[in-house]
């Protein structure tokens, strides 16, 4: 929303873009991301795919980040209103330290500090388009959230946004439990990954998993997880209809 | 201090660098009445004298409680107290808004002191002569602070504002040493000492003072009359410290709340 375009000189050069400016649509997006609450700490993955529309356009999109000390972000959705957040982000964190009294924003404080900017946005019509995910660790305490464009917010076990909702989540609720090993649930987020590798269109295999523990944060490097595409009903696919592809 | 050419304004310096209406906000401040502070690792109390101007009138309310785990007593004017503990409570309440997290008390001192330097200049404007005794939990512990009509801010274990707080502050000093791992109610008790000491030789009933406790487990509240008289009963009849000579030595209060009676004994008071 451009302020200078609104004073009264400017009304009339204006003409037909009378209306207020607001976000209609996203262009660039991220896809899933997941986040478990496991024994030590809360792990995040989410893979690094940006697409434009149905083009796997970018590949090499960080769609994982620390916030201050104790907490980690996992956005989905418009990467560029993403990277809004997180220059907001890291002015809170900032304006915190400079207090330098040895308080802290905890991963509490920024889900709801989040909660509070997407509904406000939400409330102006003009949304940040990201699904987050919040957690992060304080004081032996684990915290696992999410907040939605609209500002639906809630904490969780174990939380997913877009189709993670519908492929890993039902995957999740099966198989977490609260005494998960780091390997255990490195070991689910893949194999939660991997099914939004087959099914979601928008992901890319070349995934990150966010660890955060009462020690630190910790992003893996990226890499790729192995997927098997030998099923016999995939030989010959034209058989039964000549002339097809 | 006496009247003298540089007092006038606010903004303006003494010769020798001091800036004499913010100390005179600060003489408001020691003419209030009093308000006392105690801490322990887990607990803060906070205690003031509340006289009534005539029997006719309700005493003034000086302990205000900001957010459940923050209170202030105040010393001063009470108008300006009242204020600021509203804009205390709103801050409070912010921050609660934005962050589900109840906001630390270091934090919001910081606030109020830089609130009180505005006032110290600005031609337009007067200091706020009012002193607050701010006590509050958060996450670092118990703590209790001064803030000074100047916007300075100091912490404290113990300390006592407004008049005849010499008094109760000799008595803290004293003590203080063992208030860290004091229990609530000794500490409580430790407050009610100091108090008395202030009414210099009045005697010490629930009628007279107001007594407020914030703690770990435990929201800001201000304790009613009957518990607070309850207390003062139980330390008396155990006579720990010898009660300063009473000329109508008061028959006990067998029948529980004391009656405010024509207080013809009482020793000359600050209005």
């Known amino acids: 929303m451009n302020v200078s375009d609104s004073t009264p000189a400017m009304n009339n050069l204006m003409g037909s873009e009378a209306d207020s400016q607001r976000t209609l649509y996203p262009y660039v997006t991220g896809t899933s991301v997941v986040g478990i609450k496991y024994k030590d700490g809360i792990l995040l993955a989410a893979d690094m795919g940006g697409s434009y529309g149905s083009t796997l356009r970018y590949k090499t999109v960080e769609r994982l980040k620390s916030v201050g000390k104790h907490s980690i972000i996992g956005a989905s959705g418009e990467i560029s209103d993403f990277q809004e957040i997180m220059r907001n982000l890291d002015d809170l964190i900032l304006y915190d330290n400079m207090w330098d009294d040895g308080n802290s924003f905890g991963p509490k404080e920024v889900h709801n500090y989040l909660t509070r900017m997407m509904y406000n946005r939400r409330n102006k019509f003009n949304p940040l388009w990201n699904s987050l995910v919040l957690g992060g660790v304080k004081n032996g305490q684990k915290y696992l959230g999410t907040v939605s464009m609209i500002g639906v917010h809630y904490e969780d076990n174990h939380v997913a946004t877009g189709f993670g909702n519908h492929l890993a989540r039902p995957l999740l609720r099966d198989e977490w439990h609260e005494n998960l090993t780091f390997e255990e649930g490195v070991k689910l987020l893949e194999k939660c990954m991997r099914v939004l590798l087959y099914r979601d269109r928008s992901a890319v295999n070349k995934l990150q998993i966010a660890k955060i523990t009462e020690e630190g944060v910790t992003i893996s490097q990226p890499y790729a997880l192995k997927t098997f595409w030998g099923f016999s009903a995939f030989q010959n696919p034209t058989a039964g209809a000549e002339g097809s592809w | ?271």
Request: glycine share 8%; aromatic share 8%.
């Open chain 2, 1 to 271: 201090m006496f009247r003298n050419q540089y007092d006038t304004d606010v903004t303006t310096w003494s010769p020798a660098g001091r800036l004499f209406q913010v100390e005179y906000a600060m003489e408001a401040v020691k003419q209030g009445s009093a308000a006392i502070g105690l801490r322990s690792k887990t607990h803060v109390v906070l205690a003031c004298v509340n006289k009534s101007t005539s029997e006719l009138s309700s005493h003034q309310k000086k302990i205000f409680k900001v957010d459940d785990h923050i209170g202030v007593s105040i010393a001063g004017l009470t108008a300006d107290g009242r204020v600021l503990s509203r804009y205390m409570r709103n801050e409070c309440i912010n921050y609660s808004y934005t962050y589900e997290s109840p906001l630390p008390v270091g934090r919001l001192v910081v606030q109020l002191a830089d609130k009180a330097q505005v006032c110290t200049q600005r031609s337009w404007k007067r200091p706020y002569g009012v002193g607050l005794l701010v006590g509050g939990l958060d996450e670092s512990g118990a703590h209790l602070y001064y803030n000074c009509p100047s916007g300075n801010y100091f912490e404290y274990q113990a300390f006592a504002i407004g008049s005849r707080s010499q008094a109760a502050k000799t008595y803290l000093e004293r003590k203080f040493e063992t208030f860290t791992d004091s229990s609530r109610d000794n500490l409580v008790k430790d407050a009610l000492f100091a108090l008395r000491e202030t009414l210099q030789g009045e005697k010490l009933t629930s009628s007279v003072c107001t007594i407020a406790v914030v703690g770990v487990g435990e929201a800001f509240h201000i304790l009613d009359q009957e518990t607070v008289q309850g207390l003062i009963n139980e330390f008396e009849i155990v006579g720990e410290e010898p009660t300063p000579a009473d000329e109508t030595a008061a028959p006990d209060q067998g029948s529980g709340a004391a009656a405010p009676g024509p207080s013809e004994d009482v020793a000359p008071m600050d209005i």
